[in-house]
């Protein structure tokens, strides 16, 4: 267990408000991930980070967006949020070639 | 488009019997090898990691790996209905990022 935390947990947004989902790692760190999972489509990368200021896009990216001002926060920030951004969103982090995950944040979008 | 493939199951297997998931993958440039467990409405967690031909044990786990044949598998012996779960498996994408791909995992079912 890497002691991630995300946060909320659950959060339920109209359509077209902004939304920022918060995870916390205690572990040092270095890689940060963000994931959707949805049925059909199991686990697929959103955005990224290999440092502070260090982010990159994944498979998912648009309607995203990221940051990393210290190494154990990582940012997910869905800018005018869709019904199709309706999903589980996992925070993972890794120090050498593991991930763990984080609890995750269930999300609806109405 | 790399692809990580599973079937999706449910595969069912009688408690205290062998249970074999399989995973193929289409990069063949993937050094690194995952299996997660994810129960229901739960996160997943890291279970076995395999970076070499052959098998790896682990308890009541063995993963297998066979880069010429771009195939894992992961079995579970003496299986338990505390063993029913989602089991997804990740490849490292090859390359100096190595993201993980993830298939879309096998339902098991133990029955007692």
């Known amino acids: 267990d890497a002691g991630i935390t995300q946060s909320p947990r659950h959060k339920v947004t109209e359509t077209g408000t902004p939304v920022t989902l918060r995870c916390h790692q205690t572990?040092?760190?270095?890689?940060m991930y963000w994931y959707r999972q949805d049925p059909g489509h199991g686990l697929r990368l959103i955005h990224y980070?290999?440092?502070?200021?260090?982010?990159d896009k994944g498979e998912v990216s648009d309607g995203y967006s990221v940051s990393r001002s210290k190494t154990e926060d990582f940012l997910l920030t869905l800018e005018s949020a869709t019904s199709s951004q309706t999903s589980v969103y996992f925070c993972?982090?890794?120090?050498?070639?593991?991930?763990?995950f984080g609890p995750g944040t269930r999300l609806t979008v109405t | 488009q790399k692809e990580v493939e599973q079937n999706s199951g449910p595969l069912s297997v009688p408690e205290g019997a062998i249970a074999s998931l399989n995973c193929t993958y289409s990069?063949?440039?993937?050094?690194?090898f995952f299996w997660y467990r994810q129960y229901s409405g739960k996160s997943p967690e890291l279970i076995m990691s395999?970076?070499?031909?052959g098998d790896k044990e682990d308890g009541r786990f063995t993963a297998q790996l066979n880069k010429a044949s771009q195939y894992v598998s992961l079995l579970i012996r003496d299986s338990q209905p505390s063993d029913s779960a989602t089991y997804l498996c990740?490849?490292?994408?090859?390359?100096?990022?190595?993201?993980?791909?993830f298939g879309k995992g096998t339902k098991l079912s133990v029955k007692p």
């Open positions: 395999i970076y070499s031909n």
């Open positions: 990069d063949r440039g993937s050094q690194s």
């Open positions: 993972a982090t890794a120090g050498g070639y593991e991930q763990y």
């Open positions: 980070s290999y440092g502070v200021k260090d982010t």
């Open positions: 572990e040092n760190h270095r890689y």
């Open positions: 990740a490849v490292r994408e090859g390359g100096s990022q190595g993201n993980l791909i």
